[in-house]
């Protein structure tokens, strides 16, 4: 344990710091997945309306 002033600020402010990038790091991740498979499902879905539309177009 430190003795001196800075140290003890550091000592006790360090793990609130870890924990909260810790924290943001998985809600980036969280928030990164869900926009990509919004975009992948959108893609998808987009090639379904295209197919239906190409084959009421050809009847």
Do not use: H, N, Q
């Not at 600020?9 to 990164?32: E, H």
């Amino acid at each position: 344990m430190p003795t001196d002033l800075w140290g003890g600020i550091i000592w006790s402010v360090a793990p609130t710091i870890v924990v909260g990038l810790i924290f943001w790091f998985v809600i980036r991740m969280i928030v990164r997945a869900d926009r990509d498979e919004r975009r992948a499902y959108a893609r998808i879905e987009a090639e379904e309306r295209a197919k239906v539309a190409a084959e009421r177009s050809d009847s």
